[in-house]
């Protein structure tokens, strides 16, 4: 049997069955990678990743892991992934579903014409305008 991997397209109940999560740890698990996402915008807006424009594969090596380095962190000190679960699959959830709340972001963003506004609290995708 081939080992369990997530890729970057894979649909998010699938990522969610491989990460072994309750919908409800799924669902945290998707608000700890948009607050994530939207801290590092903040901390790093003229970076490629806080640049709305720039593709997947033109963001830099270094930043994606920082983004998942932090996410990873985020998701241990809540405890969502028990002590010994696959630091791999983990590792490779992480970047998953950061990869696809940066795509919705750029999408939501791209249909709003907002141009590269970074982690603008209107630009959630999973809850809507704040207004």
């Given at each position: 049997m081939a080992p369990v991997?997530?890729?970057?397209?894979?649909p998010p109940e699938e990522v969610r069955q491989k990460l072994g999560l309750s919908k409800q740890q799924f669902d945290n698990f998707k608000t700890y990678a948009l607050n994530v996402h939207r801290e590092y915008c903040a901390r790093h807006p003229h970076s490629s990743w806080a640049n709305q424009e720039t593709v997947?594969?033109?963001?830099?090596?270094v930043e994606k892991q920082q983004v998942v380095r932090m996410l990873?962190?985020?998701?241990?000190?809540?405890?969502?992934?028990?002590p010994g679960f696959d630091g791999t699959l983990v590792q490779?959830?992480?970047?998953?579903?950061l990869h696809q709340c940066r795509r919705t972001?750029?999408?939501?963003?791209?249909?709003?014409?907002?141009?590269?506004?970074?982690?603008?609290?209107?630009d959630d995708p999973q809850e809507?305008?704040?207004?």
């Open positions: 991997t997530i890729k970057l397209r894979d997947w594969s033109a963001i830099p090596e990873k962190t985020m998701c241990t000190d809540r405890r969502l992934f028990p490779s959830g992480c970047e998953q579903r972001w750029q999408q939501t963003g791209r249909t709003r014409g907002r141009g590269a506004r970074a982690g603008a609290e209107d809507g305008p704040s207004r």
